[in-house]
């Protein structure tokens, strides 16, 4: 939640009105204007964080120590350091540079767990994991001000910071609720069943949502391709174009992870067989990430009119999905129901951002093309139910369906379909 209200939404505000500037030169000022206002309104709040650590605690955790005082102000401070990274972050983006981009963010992985191991070990607890955070975010931002330096003009512009905010500030509000769809799930099934039930559905989600690794990786080079795409003239029929490639990857994941994500986890938990019934959750996830990767691809018209406003009301609109399913479907059928109610709160994410992308901004979709792979993918699932085998026999038969329909795709997407800039 820190993270979402610190950042204002500058990150998606300083992408939008990049791309709209002329200049070098304003785009310098941008970037400059866009780091010391994020960097200074992420200083008030830490400060008000550092001052309210008494009322957050007994808020969030129910209690009010020093300790708990201590662990909320260093969890702020890794937001605050973090504000320092994400124009540096933008930038690298925008330039496409994806391997300083991965190095970096190694380097932080790397200094965060070496810390994590070392803190733990010597009897720091719950605050190691803390101080490791903050620390390896301080790094970070260290390591990327080189990057801010040279790219940024030591401005401040009303001017430019007001696009962008009225862009980014409708981000927050859509972030938070993004956080509630997320989450009210674990919270709603915890009023019907067991813990242990609330815990066996998070494994399956877990399993279920590494769909979600593909959007990750997708999504950084997708806002800069699509912007940068925007102000051309044929940009609709190569957006639509690059869409279907980019559903057809997704699909084929969203078919491996239902395929085979149930499969493993039973392997991986031989002497838990309680934990087994998670595998039924994981292809229903599955497919709610992909209704959500189906909301990032055709939800591009939002970004391109700078209508920002629509997406806390899309995302009102699936939270509330999402409560009102998980009330009505947990009490019959336990943890299916919640993992249901993800799936029609992703729908409805999905189908109206796509139905409001497209009254702003046509883009013409290859409906026939897209209808085809997703019929090719029900299929591909439908032989891997009735396949017979357990344990690696049937995991590896179903991955040859998966590897199949993986091939079919890689034939049906046209060179032309793939951008050199993704």
Not at 163 to 177: N, Q, S, T
Not at 185 to 212: C, M, N, P
Not at 247 to 271: D, H, I, Q
Not at 354 to 368: D, K, Q
Request: aromatic fraction near 10%; proline fraction near 5%.
């Amino acid at each position: 939640m820190a993270k979402i209200v610190f950042r204002l939404g500058l990150d998606s505000g300083f992408f939008r009105v990049h791309y709209d500037l002329e200049t070098e030169g304003e785009r310098r000022a941008l970037a400059g204007t866009v780091a010391f206002f994020g960097a200074g309104v992420g200083a008030l709040f830490f400060a008000g964080a550092i001052v309210g650590a008494g009322g957050l605690a007994r808020l969030v955790l129910d209690a009010d120590t020093a300790a708990l005082r201590r662990l909320i102000v260093l969890v702020a401070a890794d937001v605050w350091l973090g504000t320092f990274a994400f124009v540096p972050l933008a930038v690298l983006r925008i330039q496409d540079r994806p391997g300083l981009f991965s190095a970096l963010s190694v380097l932080r992985h790397a200094v965060n767990i070496v810390l994590k191991v070392v803190l733990v070990m010597k009897g720091l607890g719950v605050a190691g994991v803390a101080w490791s955070d903050a620390l390896a975010t301080g790094v970070f931002s260290l390591a990327l001000l080189p990057i801010l330096f040279r790219n940024a003009a030591p401005v401040f512009s009303w001017r430019l910071l007001a696009p962008a905010l009225g862009f980014g500030l409708p981000k927050v509000p859509h972030g938070i609720l993004v956080q509630a769809l997320n989450l009210a799930d674990r919270k709603i099934l915890d009023l019907f069943v067991s813990r242990a039930e609330v815990g066996i559905y998070q494994l399956g989600y877990t399993f279920g949502g590494t769909v979600k690794f593909a959007l990750s990786a997708f999504e950084p080079a997708w806002q800069p391709f699509v912007y940068a795409q925007a102000r051309q003239p044929e940009a609709p029929v190569v957006l639509a174009r690059v869409v279907t490639s980019a559903f057809a990857v997704f699909l084929a994941v969203c078919l491996a992870v239902a395929s085979l994500g149930g499969g493993l986890l039973v392997l991986m938990t031989p002497r838990n067989p309680a934990f087994w019934t998670a595998a039924g959750i994981v292809p229903v996830v599955a497919l709610a990430y992909l209704l959500h990767g189906a909301f990032l691809l055709g939800s591009i018209g939002i970004g391109i009119e700078k209508r920002a406003r629509f997406y806390p009301m899309i995302t009102a609109a699936a939270a509330a999905t999402n409560v009102a399913g998980n009330f009505l479907l947990i009490p019959r059928f336990g943890i299916a129901g919640a993992a249901w109610a993800t799936v029609a709160s992703y729908a409805v994410m999905a189908g109206l951002g796509v139905g409001i992308s497209r009254r702003l901004y046509p883009v013409p979709f290859e409906t026939g093309r897209l209808a085809g792979l997703l019929t090719g993918a029900i299929l591909a699932y439908g032989i891997s139910l009735i396949l017979p085998g357990d344990g690696i026999t049937g995991l590896m038969a179903r991955g040859a369906v998966v590897a199949a329909f993986a091939v079919v795709v890689a034939m049906a997407v046209r060179p032309r379909d793939r951008a050199p800039e993704l």
